[in-house]
Protein backbone atom coordinates (compact mmCIF):
# COMPACT_ATOMS: atom_id res chain seq x y z
CA UNK A 1 0.00 0.00 0.00
CA UNK A 2 1.44 3.42 -0.96
CA UNK A 3 -0.21 6.71 -0.21
CA UNK A 4 -0.84 8.95 -3.20
CA UNK A 5 -2.33 12.97 -3.70
CA UNK A 6 -5.80 13.22 -3.44
CA UNK A 7 -7.53 16.82 -4.72
CA UNK A 8 -10.46 15.77 -1.35
CA UNK A 9 -8.79 13.99 1.40
CA UNK A 10 -4.83 15.54 0.36
CA UNK A 11 -3.72 12.02 0.47
CA UNK A 12 -5.23 8.63 0.13
CA UNK A 13 -4.05 4.56 0.79
CA UNK A 14 -3.89 2.64 -2.57
CA UNK A 15 -3.70 -0.77 -2.81
CA UNK A 16 -1.15 -2.16 -5.39
CA UNK A 17 -2.27 -5.87 -6.11
CA UNK A 18 -0.32 -8.49 -8.21
CA UNK A 19 -2.90 -11.69 -8.50
CA UNK A 20 -1.20 -14.90 -9.01
CA UNK A 21 -1.78 -16.15 -12.28
CA UNK A 22 -5.74 -17.04 -13.80
CA UNK A 23 -6.56 -15.37 -10.60
CA UNK A 24 -9.66 -12.66 -10.19
CA UNK A 25 -9.55 -10.92 -7.25
CA UNK A 26 -12.26 -9.08 -5.67
CA UNK A 27 -11.14 -5.81 -5.04
CA UNK A 28 -13.82 -5.14 -2.35
CA UNK A 29 -13.45 -8.50 -0.75
CA UNK A 30 -9.21 -7.53 -0.78
CA UNK A 31 -10.50 -4.01 1.12
CA UNK A 32 -12.78 -6.13 3.75
CA UNK A 33 -9.85 -8.94 4.47
CA UNK A 34 -7.81 -5.55 5.22
CA UNK A 35 -10.06 -3.98 7.34
CA UNK A 36 -10.57 -7.08 9.02
CA UNK A 37 -7.00 -6.41 10.39
CA UNK A 38 -6.33 -2.88 10.38
CA UNK A 39 -7.78 0.62 11.43
CA UNK A 40 -10.95 1.43 9.25
CA UNK A 41 -8.06 4.50 8.35
CA UNK A 42 -5.73 2.35 7.14
CA UNK A 43 -8.11 0.91 4.54
CA UNK A 44 -7.23 1.30 0.85
CA UNK A 45 -9.25 4.09 -0.67
CA UNK A 46 -8.44 2.04 -4.20
CA UNK A 47 -7.07 -0.87 -5.24
CA UNK A 48 -4.84 -1.61 -8.61
CA UNK A 49 -4.09 -4.62 -10.46
CA UNK A 50 -0.42 -4.53 -11.89
CA UNK A 51 1.69 -7.58 -13.77
CA UNK A 52 4.54 -6.59 -11.29
CA UNK A 53 5.76 -4.45 -8.71
CA UNK A 54 8.87 -2.67 -9.45
CA UNK A 55 11.74 -3.80 -7.52
CA UNK A 56 15.62 -2.47 -7.58
CA UNK A 57 18.94 -4.75 -8.31
CA UNK A 58 18.81 -6.23 -4.43
CA UNK A 59 14.92 -6.68 -4.86
CA UNK A 60 13.58 -3.94 -2.57
CA UNK A 61 10.37 -2.77 -3.30
CA UNK A 62 10.37 0.59 -5.39
CA UNK A 63 7.89 2.47 -3.52
CA UNK A 64 8.59 6.31 -5.24
CA UNK A 65 8.17 4.38 -8.83
CA UNK A 66 4.74 2.58 -7.52
CA UNK A 67 3.53 6.51 -6.76
CA UNK A 68 5.21 8.10 -9.68
CA UNK A 69 3.57 5.59 -11.58
CA UNK A 70 -0.10 5.95 -10.51
CA UNK A 71 0.49 9.65 -11.13
CA UNK A 72 0.81 8.66 -14.98
CA UNK A 73 0.25 5.45 -16.06
CA UNK A 74 -3.22 3.79 -16.58
CA UNK A 75 -4.05 1.30 -14.32
CA UNK A 76 -7.24 -0.77 -13.22
CA UNK A 77 -8.71 0.53 -10.36
CA UNK A 78 -11.02 0.04 -8.77
CA UNK A 79 -12.46 2.74 -6.35
CA UNK A 80 -13.72 1.88 -2.46
CA UNK A 81 -17.02 1.76 -1.87
CA UNK A 82 -19.50 4.38 -1.15
CA UNK A 83 -20.32 2.20 2.08
Same mark, same amino acid.
Given at each position: ?????? %????? +?? !?? !? !? !???????? $? %????????? +? &?? =??? =???? =????????? #??? #??????? $???? &?? =? #????????? &???
Amino acid at each position: MVGVED %PHWGR +AI !VA !V !V !VPVEGCEP $D %PEELREHVR +A &SL =RGS =RTPD =RVVFWDALP #TNT #TGKLLRR $DIVA &SL =R #TDEYREFPA &SSQ
